[in-house]
């Protein structure tokens, strides 16, 4: 799989944590898909939040996930994955306020609004 994107390190993780990622997403002209995915490169652990493609005005994504075992780091990528076989691989993709944040005990997230 061919990956086009910007990522970051976040932390060190522990099996069973709960986080809830969330962000604005925005996408124009976009030829193939874009979304937030976190992983993690020693295990298998992927888990994608929204998917735009086209042309889209300003979309509130969300989801929450589980850390899995054998999952000891997270890294957060804004990712586009190209159309596999399409020959124009243009558009554009924005990303805004994008927050991961531990789920406390309660269910709830810890901070934001």
């Known amino acids: 799989m061919s990956i086009f994107g910007r990522g970051q390190a976040l932390r060190k993780a522990s099996p069973g944590e709960r986080y809830e990622v969330r962000a604005y997403m925005k996408c124009?002209?976009?030829?193939?898909?874009?979304?937030?995915?976190?992983?993690s490169?020693?295990?298998?652990?992927?888990?994608?939040v929204g998917e735009l493609t086209g042309t889209q005005d300003w979309v509130w994504v969300q989801g929450e996930f589980e850390v899995p075992a054998?999952?000891?780091?997270?890294?957060?990528?804004?990712?586009?994955?190209?159309?596999?076989?399409?020959?124009?691989?243009?558009?554009?993709?924005?990303?805004?306020?994008?927050?991961?944040?531990?789920?406390?005990q309660g269910g709830g997230s810890d901070g934001g609004s």
């Open 28 to 39: 124009e002209n976009l030829v193939g898909t874009a979304q937030i995915v976190l992983h």
């Open 41 to 48: 490169p020693k295990s298998e652990f992927r888990h994608a």
């Open 70 to 104: 054998g999952c000891d780091d997270l890294h957060l990528l804004l990712n586009r994955e190209p159309e596999p076989d399409a020959s124009d691989q243009t558009g554009t993709v924005w990303f805004a306020n994008v927050e991961v944040l531990p789920i406390s």
